[in-house]
């Protein structure tokens, strides 16, 4: 019952939830993914981290009641120190871990993530606030920003973040691990379903699309791709992950030319033949509101 509510909660990423949230009863579950770079998994954002004699690079960080939790996990694969932490965006399942990592490590970002933490404001999805957030106080900004992208040479690996500027949001990182064939998608990429796309930060169905088109012909095959939420996935998942978001844009878009309103594209179902991805966060009908915002320019 616990697990249920807490991988609801992951997939609804939500304030409310987050607060219902029993920190204490979660449990940080780590997994080797290849090599030096593990995977690991609480409430909030899936974290990636390389591990090696540089010191140790996190990508995103989670809630702050599981820094701990978070670090006591890493010390029993490495006793080196975090040194940088890498912000795939401006989530707060994925930051809210900040102020404790910021103080121990460098914490890294695109730019667009530390305007959006500094500004605080709403996390909203169509007409619903999903999460108030708060300005983030001046010494809990990541001390170091970039605008298109930036390498880390750590750990025998070149350690590649990559910013795709409209896909989850205008934020997104893409964190590239070469030696060891694995990529860490940020929310760009999520199993649960219809994603989450941040129309009111940036973010858009197109840019998702094209970023993947543009990356997965670069990636060899037997990547491994660590998600924003869900499990460890293959190309395969990914690609599968692409053609949906193509076949369901390309749905509206045919119902909108015959002139159908977002009510009838509910009521007459047009996402059922992608039935298999309505989640309980995103389920079928808000996905055709994200599409149908997005291709009308609606703004929610
Ligand atoms: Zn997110």
Known sequence: MRKGLVVLCVAMAASLCAAQTDFSKVQVKMQKVSGNVYMLQGAGGNITASVGDDGIVMVDDEFMPLAEKIQAELKTVSDKPVKFVIITHYHFDHTSGDPYWGKIATLIAQENVRKRLAEGGPTGYITKVIHENKPAAPDMLPQMTFTKEVDLHMNGDDIKVVHYPHAHTDGDSVVFFPKEHVVATGDTFVTYGFPFIDLNAGGSVEGTIAEFKSMIPKLPADVKIIPGHGHLSTLQDLKDYVTMLEQTRA?????????????????????EPWQKWSGSFINSDAWIDTLYNELTGKKS
């Open 251 to 271: 749905a509206v878009q045919k119902a909108i030319k015959e002139g159908k309103t977002v009510e009838q594209m509910k009521q007459e179902k047009i996402m």
